[in-house]
């Protein structure tokens, strides 16, 4: 269906287009994954944090986690 696949072909352009703004890495069987880093300069981080969203939600939503200054920060995140 010429329909079925101009639509698809549009879609994907579309999201290309908006994935092209954020940083991503081309996966094993082709697709692409965008990713947000935020938080403290890379060379002064002590721990990594990766967190991955569910459907019906994205990169760009907020993440808010407790201060580690006010927890314990090994109970709250696990050295990598």
Do not use: W
């Not at 081309?26 to 569910?54: Q, W």
């Not at 990169?59 to 050295?79: N, T, V, W």
Request: aromatic residues 6%.
């Amino acid at each position: 269906m010429p329909g079925k696949n101009s639509k698809t072909s549009a879609v994907a352009e579309e999201a290309e287009e908006v994935a092209g703004a954020s940083p991503r890495i081309k996966l094993a069987d082709g697709r692409h994954l965008a990713y947000r880093e935020s938080g403290v300069p890379k060379n002064k981080a002590n721990y990594k944090i990766i967190m991955v969203h569910g459907f019906g939600s994205s990169k760009e939503m907020s993440f808010l986690a407790p201060q580690a200054s006010r927890f314990d920060s090994i109970a709250c995140i696990e050295k990598l």
